[in-house]
Structures are given as C-alpha cells and as structure tokens.
C-alpha cells in the first residue's frame, strides 16, 4: 500500500519532483536588511511590480516563452551564473556579468516581451505526458534574476524595476498554467525575485515600493485549475488500480503541501509590503522604527497570508523583527524572518 501510494504522488500529482524544483522556495527565510527611510508615493500605479496595463500588448506569450528558453545559451557557464547569484550584490564583477548577459540578450528580449502579453495559452495537459522545457524556464529565470542584480548593483533604478517586473510577469504566467510542475516553478521564480526585492530596497535612494507590492494580485496564483487538472489526471490514470478514496487523500495531502508553498510566497509579499510600510513611517518619524506595526498610518499593513492574523512585529532598540506566524503543524523551517534597522 505504502508503494502504491508513492507511485500516486510521483507519477499522478508530480508533488515530489515539484517539491524538489520548489526545495529552496518552499524554505522560510532569515533575512537581514538595512534600509534608508523613503515615503511612499501617493501617485498610485506610479511603480509596479508587474508589466503595467499601458505597456500590455495582445498576443499569446507562450510562442515568446518558447523562443527565449530556445536563445539560451548552452548550459556550460550555468555554474558561474549561480555563483553570481549567491554573491552580495556590490561584489559582483560587474564587467563580467554584463558580458555574460550579452550572451543571453535575445532570450531576454523574448522574455521581456512575453511577460506584456495579455494571454498565455498554455497547452492543456495530458494524463503521464512530460512538461516541455521546465529546466529551460528555471536557466531562464536565473538570468532575469542575475538582470535585476546587476542593476541594482548599477543603481539604475529604472533598468531594477523592469528587470522585476519581467520576472515576476514569468512567475504570474506559470502560475496560470495547467499542470503542477509549471505552477511550482512559477512560484519558485516569484519566490527568488522577492530576494532581489530585499537587495533593493537596502540601496540609498531606492523609491518606496509599498504601493507596487499592495497592488500584487494575492493570492499570486490561482491554482483552481491546476488542482482540478491534477484531479482529473489522477483519477483517469489510476481509477482501476486504487480505490478512489486513496486516490482523493493522497491527492488532498499533495495539494494541502502545493496551497503552502503559494501561501509562503503570498507571505513573502505581503512581509516585503510591511517593510516597506516601515521606511515609509521612518521618513516621517526622524528614521524611527515604529513601536508597534498599528503605529503605520503611512500605508497599509497586510495580514500574514499563512496565518491570517497581523505579523509578529517587536523592537527592540534600532532593531525590529518581522516574523510570520505559522499555522499549528507546519515545519518551523518554513518561518520568514526579517530582522530590520534603518540606516538614517
């Protein structure tokens, strides 16, 4: 029985490989940030996170997808590009990362066009068959990521916000997908450019990004009908094998885990939305911390998407801890915390 259901989560749901893919994502996060004081602007839709409505053109994105995953280049120089990726920002070899971006040039044209497209028809799944170019899109949104890095290591705050922009517009798309691998990944890109986030509102100068995160669709993704796709998969591969009721637990526990992960990342947007709430109050407080996260009147504060209930939020000194609260059963692995000072 133990065997049968394994073969269920691997082959009828893909839970396994996925939380693989997802292995980094799905960690909570112990992050450490310094950041200036900077209002928020008032000027609503001035920044976004995501392509803006003006800048969206009609077309289906995934042909565009398809030819910036074809434009890569091969995989020989994938290990220095993580090793980049893993490096402080301001030590990045800057010379050599924008030669190495020059190799990719066509595959990020290709990418920054699609993420404007206002479809994204993905093919409907099938029951067994393979997901086309998964790794493909995980190469390509390192390079996107080592994009963002590399402008913000440049201060060119402008290039920083539609290097974002183009790699959380990947993740919105994969996350509308039918399948769960391209949904998980999809959340794993997401995930990695809330890391980019971190690095750049650290930078002097950088603009208050409280209002593009507000305007974040939460939940990020929508996995009705991924979940549905999956049910009908599991049900139409394995309804002569199993008792159906088997079929349905083993599929609750797989999506119960997959519902998680999206939720840590709605986490992370939301706990990034509350940072920036709190450089808003301390460029209107003399670069003071707030006491407590009620004391925010400069923007909203949300909920912790994995709880429901405000962040935990504590100052001690010049330094605030921001920590999501975990619902009763879940890893404490999965904890986000930021530890916060303002540096004036």
Not at 97 to 112: F, G, I, Y
Not at 166 to 178: D, E, K, V
Not at 240 to 258: R, Y
């Amino acid at each position: 029985m133990f065997h049968s259901r394994m073969i269920l989560a691997a082959t009828a749901t893909a839970w396994l490989v996925g939380s693989v893919v997802l292995c980094l994502a799905a960690a909570g996060r112990d992050v450490t940030l310094v950041v200036h004081p900077q209002k928020a602007t008032a000027e609503a839709g001035k920044l976004t996170l995501l392509p803006p409505e003006a800048s969206l053109i009609e077309g289906d994105a995934v042909p565009l997808y398809e030819k910036a995953v074809g434009a890569l280049p091969d995989e020989a120089e994938d290990d220095q590009i993580e090793t980049w990726l893993k490096m402080p920002v301001d030590q990045l070899p800057f010379d050599q990362v924008e030669e190495m971006l020059s190799k990719h040039v066509e595959c990020l044209k290709s990418v920054a066009r699609a993420v404007k497209c206002r479809q994204c028809n993905w093919p409907e799944s099938k029951p067994s068959a393979e997901v086309p170019n998964l790794q493909g899109y995980r190469r390509l949104a390192r390079v996107v990521r080592l994009w963002a890095r590399m402008e913000i290591a440049d201060e060119g705050y402008k290039g920083v916000i539609v290097a974002l922009q183009t790699g959380f517009g990947m993740a919105r798309h994969l996350g509308q997908a039918p399948t769960t691998l391209q949904v998980l990944v999809g959340v794993a890109v997401g995930s990695v450019m809330c890391r980019e986030v971190d690095e750049f509102v650290q930078r002097e100068g950088a603009p208050n990004l409280h209002g593009a995160l507000a305007d974040m669709p939460r939940p990020f993704v929508d996995t009705e009908k991924m979940i549905e796709n999956n049910r009908k998969a599991a049900l139409a591969e394995w309804k002569d094998k199993l008792p159906i009721e088997q079929i349905e637990s083993e599929l609750k526990k797989s999506h119960d885990q997959i519902l998680l992960l999206v939720k840590s990342f709605d986490c992370d947007l939301a706990a990034l939305q509350c940072v920036e709430a709190i450089r808003s109050f301390a460029a209107s407080h003399g670069g003071r911390l707030p006491g407590a996260l009620t004391d925010i009147t400069e923007g909203s504060v949300p909920q912790d998407p994995m709880s429901g209930e405000p962040f935990r939020y504590s100052r001690t000194g010049s330094t605030a801890v921001l920590e999501s609260i975990l619902p009763g059963g879940v890893d404490e692995k999965r904890r986000l915390h930021y530890e916060i000072s303002i540096k004036n």
